[in-house]
């Protein structure tokens, strides 16, 4: 069953009454970003000086609830619109002011600059009228089938905004988007990395982890075209092979988030959680204990090289394998080098240790 339809005219005093009931986060949503004061103030202007704002679209649930669509049973859940109604409605909660230097085109003289909606009820209560009895154009989506939905809010994005590869992939449906919907919601996404996550890029970076886990750690190309076909192939039934491997992957992001710290400069790249990931995951407990103090070694020691004139070889192909972080050479080459140089740390560490023991007996 699918209807796209026009819900009945209704006001932004009738929607914000509604606000409870609007899921702005079902799992197909891209991760927005927030709107900055300036382009939600506006919104507004456009709204008080009689400019049209896009339509928004929604997942209608009262007159068919479907539990599978709807997990937090609301009325409505946002497909297309979330920054516009959410602008709105923080504006009519005084969250933030008009702009300093808002005009009222019907009216020039008026001094409302800098007014927040609850003083634009006191001193100019037709402009507040006018944000109250604003009629937006709302499309409705009637279905059962989440298929349908994510076909709406793809064509919508496609055609109006990019999509990157994981928005594009976490509106799709099957096991593999539903554990990395899960997996980008570990403490190490939520606390550990420094990397933007505007944009799903924690969801890129637990892709890639899954996928490299699903082939066993060996490093394979993890590309948007590998990492779309990983999600399809594994479908609605993920199978043992990939419980097992998300069960793996589970374990082994406990053991790298007790590796690293909070807003860790280590993980500033998405490009280094894969590698760290494949790096550390397979260490013994005991040399893990260690491991994020040899990785600041190591990075140091990069940042050392490049002004060498006598530089380091193997760093050298690093870096130069570093510019390319999801082709399956980069990753061999990479992995076989900081496990190399793991091991000459791993030796100077202890030769040291000896040394300032035998020191201590000689005292």
């Known amino acids: 069953m699918f ?31 927030v709107w900055k004061g300036t382009e939600q103030a506006f919104l507004i202007d456009s709204i008080l000086n009689g400019f049209d704002i896009p339509k928004l679209y929604v ?29 709105v409605f923080a504006f009519m909660k005084d969250k933030f002011p008009l702009a300093r230097q808002f005009v009222l085109y019907s009216d020039p003289t008026l001094k409302l600059g800098g007014r927040k909606f609850s ?32 076909a709406v809010f793809l064509r919508l994005n496609k055609t109006s905004k ?33 990397f933007a996550t505007n944009r799903s890029q924690e969801k890129n970076a637990a892709a890639k982890v899954l996928m490299l886990e699903y082939e066993g750690g060996a490093p394979v190309d993890t590309k948007k075209r590998q990492l779309d076909t990983f999600v399809v192939s594994i479908g609605d039934k993920g199978g043992s092979r990939f419980n097992r491997t998300l069960a793996r992957v ?37 040399d893990r204990r260690n491991v994020r103090q040899f990785l600041e070694w190591f990075e140091n020691a990069r940042r050392k090289n490049r002004n060498v004139q006598e530089s380091d070889r193997d760093l050298n192909l690093y870096d130069t394998a570093n510019r390319s972080t999801n082709d399956s050479g980069s990753y061999k080459t990479r992995l076989r080098i900081i496990r190399k140089k793991h091991v000459e740390w791993t030796r100077a560490q202890a030769k040291q240790s000896n040394l300032a023991r035998s020191r201590t007996k000689k005292r």
């Open 3 to 33: 209807t796209l339809r026009s819900l009945p005219k209704k006001d932004l005093r009738w929607w914000y009454s509604q606000e409870p009931m609007i899921d702005f986060d079902p799992d197909f949503q891209r991760t927005s970003r």
């Open 59 to 87: 997942v209608d649930f009262t007159t068919q609830d479907v539990p599978e669509l709807n997990p937090h049973h609301k009325a409505y859940a946002i497909i297309d619109g979330k920054q516009r109604l959410t602008a």
């Open 119 to 150: 003083e634009l009820k006191k001193l100019h209560r037709p402009s507040a009228t006018a944000i109250e009895k604003y009629v937006l154009d709302v499309k409705a989506v009637v279905t059962d089938e989440r298929e349908k939905v994510n």
């Open 162 to 194: 990019a999509l990157n590869g994981a928005e594009v992939r976490n509106a799709l449906i099957g096991e593999a988007v539903e554990a990395i919907r899960g997996l980008s919601r570990h403490t190490l996404f939520t606390t550990r990395v420094r």
């Open 250 to 286: 589970q374990s082994n992001l406990d053991a790298l988030a007790n590796v690293f710290q909070k807003n860790d400069a280590l993980l500033t790249a998405q490009g280094n959680v894969p590698l760290y990931y494949l790096f550390v995951s397979r260490l013994n407990a005991a």
